[in-house]
């Protein structure tokens, strides 16, 4: 299940709880017959729901109608109104706290409220939130006017006992922190996936919405653990503003504190490293020969792995061992154990609890590397891997060599608890809350205007310097572009300013090519049809163009764009998509954002829907036709006689199976001249094959932060 | 009278009493405030006020001169202006126009150390366009988004404070000059700040805001006025008490935050301003 999953699931707490309603409905059988796409799709009927059938309002079974299920359903306490809840008058049970605690509490004048989640079950961002309260107690006990308070969220329940671990403090209910305290300042420290609906309880709710805004200083920090449960900038920032300006984001990974993430919110973001848990220590001989395996849940849609198709394939290879899979264990219980099995996996973000205190305690984990969670000193630690396939192999290939010499397994231990303290400790966490709450921030929001990668600086930048009009809100919404050099192209804005400026600024796409060779292009991912129809006008011995384009909006509008700019050499729009298979399939994808659509999308999806400004719009679905790119090019190849070819390709991640296909198809050899944007990975791969192919390459690193590369790759003697 | 050797500043305080006490406490306060950054001249669009609550004044103004024109305050700037003269005026390196539309709140410190920071010709607290209704974005961010000379964007003239070289230019001296009496407070709004502002952008004259945002509406009327003092506005609006242009939802609430924020030397000013202007009627303690 892929985070983006998770948030269509969970896109906030109304529609958490709708969506539960949905799922605990869901009949798989019915489903199936009731959906044509679903029988023989990839993806399991529950998941297909999940990923399309949620976003498109299906019924999930056939007692169960959707379109008459309230978009929302909102539990009546959290209308306007007044509290009257029998927990505004007391804690949960006032023998849970000392008489002192209650007295410093109500006496306080600068509070600290960390909101912690109201369930009995134990996750890792729980644990990360008392651990925080616990240090804010720790760093508040000399001020005689400062309390911690931890209270409950969503904001109607009861407070919870945690029965799983052993909190700091009691749960509090906030209504009765609002009837008891009055103190000067006021700081919220709100889990982010109830961020939203815990400011639309606020603003709902008089006694507290009055309460917060008598506070002459109130300060929110949203703490953001996981950045795919984020809410979406707008409307949520100009919510939470009526109640403050003074709102910041904490992050848990210094990954994204960043300042675009500070810009894309207009709130500071400051870096609020996770606590660690004291582990005890032991080495390779006090372990025993147990795997300890997380309990989240693994479907890789690129190899087919599932978490117990792992964990078979591990316990055949390794049948001395015992798996445990962590549920319903009591923390210390879990800490105990952690600190004594000699292996540990974890299916879940990788750099979690599941991966980390093994290692804290002395142990090795094994995990798949993401850039999301993982400090990048990480990409290349001895037990991570890029890939599913490749860690199960990692790990077949490690584990005897590590039960066998028990040096080599503490040395490893100990590099990867090094490749931990660079980002995690006890004093980098104190000194990252403490200077939270001493007003200092990492990052401050700027305006977008001055990100230089901002869409609407290059449309400005190339209206302004190059020539370019743009000549928008035409009939039917339409936006058209005409170009220096005379293309008149409809367009969808946003990602297209950016794919001009790699057109005619940053001259990705212009070839080497032999003036006295006639071409064929093959245009892999023509999106609206720019590149097409600027090589075409460049180079005049292109004398045919295949052009590719799965999206059949959008290849409705290169189709357009074809007609308008009529050429001697033709150019053959397919509305297909190339890889290294047959599959008709369903896909999400972003009309503000079509440049940036995949049929290879996990990796794009959560990035897209977190929203670019708050601007993102809702994504949409679309059938699309794969074909493996060898057969497409069989046809061109047997047309080309004396010509050669020349290939574009920009297909956002299947570029690497479109090339291992034609180079076990043997195409390359009719190919002069390559130009290829890699994505999401090294483009190692494609450079090997192509120089394989006696091909000179060039690779230009063009965004490290998205893992993109231009690499271009000519005939020897051509390479200018 | 100032108390900072540099720069020199010289304050054109535009004024109105609308009762009978005269001179207010809270007008007092803030001139008091103001004198403490330059040298402050008043000028009260009044017929007359009671000699007594000129005599609260004591020293802290350099000047009051009482006199009815009709002209509001761009007027009482103006025949400021034309009083003091030319050469006098551009002797000072900044020239302060402001008002007694503002409730002091807190010092002037931040603000006046923000201003001498800045290189710009021009300043004002901020920029709004009362038709502004998106989310809060940067100035930056608005400029690109809208045409803000079809907009009803304009630096608040409740504070402007010019650089010498602004104030010796044509551009300001015609501008000052030509001020007449016009209609209603809405053609001084759209004819004179509005339209100085605008004069401003068609010059190229380098402007800067304390605050580097665009708020919906103008906010020195809504309930974000509270909250724009603890970004570093230390005034609030009259009018935002009195809610004359927009509804403030919980203002009874934000009373009680502004009480805590403030400089405890004018809460009482505060809370006799709050009794007095809050026309709403409410129950405020």
Known sequence: ????????????????????????????????????????????????????????????????????????????????????????????????????????????????????????ELSGGMLSIDRFANLALELTQDQPDAAVAVSGVPLDREPVHYSLFEPCLPMTHFAYIVKNTSPTRVRLFVPEVFADAFITMILANATYRHWLKERPRLGIVILNQNISLMPAPQPFVSRVTELTMDVMISTAHPRYCTGRLATEYGLPVKQLTPLLPDMPHRSWVNRKSVFMVSPDVLNDTQSGLTQ????????????????????????????????????ALTFGEGMDGYFIEPVLSGGVSFAVYNDVFFPPQFKDAPTVATNWPELLDLIEQMVPRLQADPELYDRISCELQDRLARTYSREISKSDLGGLLEGRVDHQPTA??????????????????????????????????????????????????????????????????????????????????????????????????????????????????????????????????LSDRFEIATFQYFSDWTTAFSIDSRFLDSWLGSDEGGSRVASRSVEVEIVPADLELAEIVQNLGTRRLAIKCDTQGSEFAIFDALDASGQLSFVDVVVVETHFKRPDAIIETLTRNGFVVQARLDSEENCVYTVKAERPGSLV | MSTLASPKRLILFAGYCAGS???????????????????????????????????????????????????????????????????????????????NSLLIVDSFERLFHFRSERPEEFFSPLLVDEDFAGPTCFIEDYELAFDKFTRSAMYVSA???????????????????????????????????????????????????????????????????????????????????????????????????????????????????????????????
């Not at chain 1, 993806?43 to 379109?67: C, I």
């Not at chain 2, 809405?186 to 509005?194: A, D, K, L, M």
């Open chain 1, 1 to 120: 299940m892929r985070p983006s999953d998770i948030r269509r699931i969970a896109p906030s707490l109304s529609g958490l709880w709708r969506n539960l309603n949905l799922l605990l409905n869901f009949d798989a059988r019915w489903y199936a017959a009731a959906y044509q796409d679903v029988p023989g799709h990839r993806l399991s009927p529950l998941m297909h729901f999940v990923r399309y059938g949620l976003p498109e309002r299906r019924s999930p079974s056939a007692w169960f109608n959707t379109a008459k299920f309230p978009e929302t359903t909102v539990p009546r306490k959290f209308s306007e109104g007044h509290t009257t809840a029998r927990s505004a008058l007391a804690p949960l049970d006032v023998k849970a706290y000392s008489i002192n605690y209650l007295r410093k509490l109500h006496a306080s004048d600068d509070l600290l409220v960390f909101f912690n989640v109201t369930t009995k």
């Open chain 1, 308 to 343: 117990d198709l792992v964990v078979e394939r591990l316990k055949a290879a390794f049948p001395e061992f015992e798996f445990v899979v962590i549920t319903k264990m009591k923390l210390q219980h879990y800490l105990d154990l952690a600190s004594r099995v000699r292996f």
């Open chain 1, 448 to 577: 977008k205007a001055r990100q230089p990668e901002l869409f609407e600086n290059l449309r400005i930048f190339l209206e302004a310097e190059r020539g370019f009009r743009f000549h928008n809100g035409l009939p039917g919404d339409k936006q058209v572009v005409v170009a220096p050099d005379g293309l008149i192209v409809q367009h969808f804005g946003s990602e297209f300013y950016s794919v001009l400026y790699e057109i005619y600024e940053r001259r990705d796409y212009d070839l080497n090519l032999d003036a006295d060779t006639d071409y064929v292009l093959v245009d892999i991912g023509a999106n609206v049809g720019m590149a097409s129809l600027y090589l075409r006008n460049k180079y005049r011995n292109i004398r045919e163009i295949y052009a590719y384009e799965p999206l059949i909006p959008v290849a409705r509008v290169a189709r357009e764009n074809i007609v308008a700019n009529v050429a001697e050499a033709p150019i053959h729009l397919k509305q297909v998509a």
């Open chain 2, 21 to 99: 006490d005269g001179i207010s406490p809270q007008d007092v306060a803030l001139i008091t405030e103001l004198a403490r950054f330059g040298d402050v001249h008043c000028w009260y669009d009044n017929t007359s006020v009671p000699i007594g609550s000129l005599a609260r004044l004591g020293r802290a103004a350099t000047s009051v001169t009482v006199q009815r024109h009709g002209e509001y305050d761009f007027g009482s700037w103006k025949y400021l202006y034309l009083s003091l003269g030319r050469d006098f005026i551009e002797g000072y390196d900044e020239l302060v126009l402001t008002n």
């Open chain 2, 159 to 285: 504070f402007w404070n010019l650089r010498r070289n602004l104030v010796r230019s044509s551009l300001f001296r015609n501008f000052i000059c030509s001020i007449q009496k016009v209609q209603d407070r809405i053609e001084v709004s759209h004819r004179y700040e509005r339209g100085f502002s605008r004069s401003l952008w068609r010059h190229g004259i380098s402007t800067c805001t304390l605050l580097p945002r665009v708020y919906r509406f103008v906010p020195l009327y809504t309930e974000d006025a509270f909250m724009l003092t603890q970004q570093g506005l230390p005034f609030i609006k009259y009018k935002a008490l009195s809610q004359e242009y927009y509804r403030c939802q919980d203002i009874v609430h934000r009373y009680r935050s502004l009480l805590g924020t403030c400089q405890p030397a004018y809460r009482s000013l505060i809370q006799n301003a709050i009794t007095k202007h809050d026309h709403m009627g409410r129950s405020f303690r």
